[in-house]
């Protein structure tokens, strides 16, 4: 009995949500549910269906209609929408998507991405600490948990007040540790700079010089036997190499852009133009990047410290270069909806709302489409060009009413749906394959009533 009680219970809590049908002030758009900031509502031909957005993003109603409505919360205001969906957590992530600090106040230069539950580990550029108020790497000192000294390993030196001047605010002083590096103390706060490569700081002009022009890295280091190597075949690593010093072998990485060439005086072709393979290749050190042509918009590589992270948009949606975003396919310059989509809008079905004079710009009317391959999907046909939607779990596109419905309600879809139910949600779900027991609480259902 209690099988059949956990059963029952659980398909009226898979299914009174989707037969609930929510007020729309609009016949099409997305609206806000009141009090919860990461739900909103669709409405289509007036319509409405609550829906919620992954966990960790929030719903933002001040964005564009043809844009993805769920966003990262700094982008979204929530107002009086305090209320949050249970956080799906997983072992690294505390949502299933986001942005978080690594580390303590202390270490504050590393943070995570999670997407999918799934965490990304990012560096900042040296110097820099994560603010997650910005989700952007910024001066420690303007980070609110990180402590400064402690993440630099550097105190800005107390001077005394002079009467006269007041407090010097600004101040320079050379790295203890490496002459190539300088701090900077605003306020009694440290910022670590670099001079950058064959220079270091001159502490008698106060700037950066060549670095024979300073005494204290002017003297050269012993030499050493340095052997480089390539890096092993498997490694796919070809702008790397294992750098040899009596001994005592380093990995080490080329400059960005660039890569390794083992030199051997030996070669007969050293010194000529050679092509490489490599495993991946990066355009910069930091940014997002589209992959794939016309008809293959939805991936991107996102890329920090010089390693590449692919990452796919929700699926139907085009990488957008120019903003950033996973948008629709159509909004996307170099993106084929057609192509992308594998699906051609028709032309329009009927002409209407003729002007005056008889005209009427049919390129602003939308269409639905069933999807040609499941009954999950289906397509938007706005201004001529296709958007795919998809109408959820265990709900199927009507043809008829042109409208996502219960898919017992939609010829042809029940036998697919039936064994998507016994796998997913009985096996699963409840942790048992479908017996007699659980079999007997479906037909309770009136929801089954006559598919068992």
């Given at each position: 009995?209690?099988?059949?009680a956990?059963?029952?219970g659980?398909?009226?809590?898979?299914?009174?949500?989707?037969?609930?049908?929510?007020n729309?002030?609009?016949?099409?758009?997305?609206?806000?549910?009141?009090?919860?900031?990461?739900?909103?509502?669709?409405?289509?031909?007036?319509?409405g269906?609550?829906?919620l957005?992954?966990?960790?993003?929030?719903?933002?109603?001040?964005?564009?209609?043809?844009?993805?409505p769920?966003?990262?919360?700094?982008?979204?205001?929530?107002?009086?929408?305090?209320?949050l969906q249970?956080?799906?957590?997983?072992a690294k992530?505390?949502?299933?998507?986001?942005?978080?600090?690594?580390g303590?106040?202390?270490?504050?230069?590393?943070?995570?991405?999670?997407?999918?539950?799934?965490?990304?580990?990012?560096?900042?550029?040296e110097?820099?600490?994560?603010n997650?108020?910005?989700?952007r790497?910024?001066?420690?000192?303007?980070?609110?948990?990180?402590?400064?000294?402690a993440?630099?390993?550097f105190?800005c030196?107390?001077?005394?007040?002079?009467?006269?001047?007041?407090?010097?605010?600004?101040?320079t002083y050379?790295s203890?540790?490496?002459?190539?590096?300088?701090?900077?103390c605003?306020k009694d706060?440290p910022?670590?700079?670099n001079?950058?490569?064959?220079?270091?700081?001159?502490?008698?002009?106060?700037?950066?010089?060549?670095?024979?022009?300073v005494?204290?890295?002017?003297?050269?280091?012993?030499?050493?036997?340095?052997?480089q190597?390539?890096?092993?075949a498997?490694?796919?690593?070809?702008?790397?190499?294992?750098?040899?010093?009596?001994?005592?072998?380093v990995?080490?990485l080329?400059?960005?852009?660039?890569i390794?060439r083992?030199?051997?005086?030996?070669?007969?072709n050293e010194?000529?133009?050679?092509?490489?393979k490599?495993?991946?290749?990066?355009?910069?050190?930091?940014?997002?990047?589209?992959l794939?042509?016309?008809?293959h918009?939805?991936?991107?590589?996102n890329?920090?410290?010089?390693e590449?992270?692919?990452?796919?948009?929700?699926?139907?949606?085009?990488f957008?270069i120019d903003?950033?975003?996973?948008?629709?396919?159509?909004?996307?310059?170099d993106?084929?909806?057609?192509?992308?989509?594998?699906?051609?809008c028709?032309?329009?079905?009927?002409?209407?709302?003729?002007?005056?004079?008889?005209?009427?710009?049919?390129?602003k009317?939308?269409?639905?489409?069933?999807?040609?391959?499941?009954?999950?999907?289906?397509?938007?046909?706005?201004?001529g060009?296709?958007?795919?939607?998809?109408?959820?779990?265990?709900?199927a596109?009507?043809?008829?009413?042109?409208?996502?419905?219960?898919?017992n309600?939609?010829?042809?879809?029940?036998?697919d749906?039936?064994?998507?139910?016994?796998?997913?949600?009985?096996?699963?779900?409840?942790?048992?394959?479908?017996?007699?027991?659980?079999l007997?609480?479906?037909?309770?259902?009136?929801?089954?009533?006559?598919?068992?």
């Amino acid at each position: 009995m209690r099988k059949i009680a956990v059963s029952f219970g659980l398909c009226l809590a898979l299914f009174g949500s989707l037969g609930s049908s929510q007020n729309c002030p609009e016949k099409h758009g997305r609206f806000p549910v009141s009090g919860q900031c990461d739900a909103y509502i669709e409405c289509t031909d007036g319509v409405g269906v609550e829906m919620l957005c992954p966990d960790g993003l929030l719903f933002n109603d001040k964005n564009s209609p043809l844009a993805y409505p769920c966003q990262y919360p700094i982008d979204v205001e929530c107002g009086p929408r305090t209320k949050l969906q249970t956080a799906v957590s997983t072992a690294k992530c505390p949502h299933q998507f986001g942005y978080y600090p690594l580390g303590d106040s202390s270490q504050c230069g590393k943070f995570k991405n999670c997407a999918g539950g799934v965490a990304f580990e990012f560096e900042c550029p040296e110097g820099l600490a994560w603010n997650k108020e910005t989700y952007r790497c910024d001066w420690p000192d303007q980070v609110a948990d990180c402590n400064p000294e402690a993440f630099l390993g550097f105190t800005c030196p107390k001077i005394q007040k002079s009467p006269e001047l007041g407090d010097e605010e600004i101040r320079t002083y050379p790295s203890p540790h490496d002459c190539q590096y300088y701090y900077i103390c605003i306020k009694d706060k440290p910022r670590l700079y670099n001079c950058g490569a064959d220079r270091a700081f001159n502490v008698e002009t106060n700037a950066c010089d060549g670095v024979e022009n300073v005494t204290s890295c002017a003297t050269a280091p012993p030499k050493s036997k340095i052997q480089q190597v390539e890096l092993p075949a498997e490694s796919h690593q070809c702008d790397g190499y294992i750098e040899c010093t009596n001994g005592v072998a380093v990995e080490k990485l080329c400059s960005d852009g660039l890569i390794f060439r083992n030199y051997n005086p030996a070669d007969p072709n050293e010194g000529k133009t050679t092509t490489s393979k490599c495993y991946r290749t990066l355009p910069r050190q930091f940014g997002l990047y589209r992959l794939g042509d016309a008809n293959h918009c939805g991936q991107y590589m996102n890329c920090a410290n010089g390693e590449g992270v692919v990452d796919t948009c929700p699926e139907g949606l085009a990488f957008n270069i120019d903003t950033y975003r996973c948008d629709w396919p159509d909004e996307v310059a170099d993106c084929s909806p057609e192509g992308f989509l594998e699906f051609t809008c028709p032309p329009p079905e009927a002409l209407r709302n003729v002007d005056e004079n008889g005209q009427e710009d049919t390129s602003k009317y939308i269409y639905h489409y069933k999807h040609p391959k499941t009954c999950t999907k289906y397509f938007v046909c706005e201004t001529g060009h296709p958007r795919l939607h998809n109408c959820g779990k265990f709900s199927a596109f009507n043809e008829e009413t042109k409208l996502c419905d219960f898919y017992n309600h939609v010829k042809g879809c029940e036998a697919d749906f039936k064994d998507i139910y016994y796998t997913q949600t009985v096996y699963q779900q409840i942790g048992a394959a479908p017996t007699e027991v659980t079999l007997e609480a479906l037909k309770l259902n009136p929801f089954f009533k006559g598919k068992f």
